[in-house]
């Protein structure tokens, strides 16, 4: 079953043609210097729940060098939306910072600094919430972002099953890790929010805020 999903997504990335320059540049530069950006079929999954929803103000925690806050800032655009983007590596959030110039964007904010501290002094609402950080602390990172949550918003967390180690053999330095996503995803099937875990990507997670959460 495994194998028959990569052979899947395999399939899914060689159909998509992306003809972004910019785009393009940071997927090789991403790819040059290991740097961990969106896979492709999650790049597209993003773009279509942004737009497809119309989506107005978006939070993203883990800027990274700006590749998935570049696709949503620019799905965001037709709304008059805003891009909310916080990033604690200061290396990363100055190339982010380069790359949201190129692409002449205007509606990012960009944050630099700890999630767990800068979310909390943030006085805007969104309707989107995009988590691919710290493994260790998502969920931290999910409780503060909940909280600015709209209803009828979706909280999108990525990697949330960190390179399938939740469910095979892994490493003993990522145990901690491992055991805070496991319970991480059992608190949000426990929750009364619709939550679903997608088997895509490296995991994803989708939880659904309803009205009078």
Do not use: W
């Amino acid at each position: 079953m495994l194998e028959e999903l990569k052979e899947a997504n395999e399939y899914i990335i060689g159909k998509i043609k992306e003809k972004d320059k910019l785009i393009l540049e940071m997927e090789n530069y991403a790819q040059e210097y290991n740097i961990p950006i969106v896979t492709k079929e999650i790049a597209e999954y993003l773009k279509f729940l942004v737009r497809s929803y119309r989506r107005k103000n978006i939070l993203e925690i883990g800027t990274a060098i700006g590749y998935s806050g570049i696709l949503m800032a620019k799905e965001l655009k037709e709304n008059s939306g805003k891009l909310y983007t916080i990033e604690i590596d200061e290396e990363r959030y100055n190339l982010a910072q380069e790359n949201f110039k190129k692409s002449g964007l205007d509606n990012i904010i960009s944050i630099k600094g700890d999630a767990l501290e800068e979310v909390k002094k943030i006085n805007d609402r969104f309707d989107f919430i995009f988590i691919d950080a710290s493994k260790g602390q998502y969920m931290d990172f999910f409780e503060d972002s909940y909280k600015l949550l709209n209803e009828g918003g979706i909280i999108f967390i990525d990697n949330i099953m960190f390179r399938g180690y939740l469910y095979k053999e892994y490493p003993k330095r990522f145990k901690t890790i491992v055991k805070r996503l496991d319970n991480f995803i059992d608190y949000l099937y426990e929750r009364e929010d619709k939550f679903v875990l997608l088997p895509f990507g490296d995991g994803v997670g989708l939880c659904f805020k309803e009205k009078n959460k």
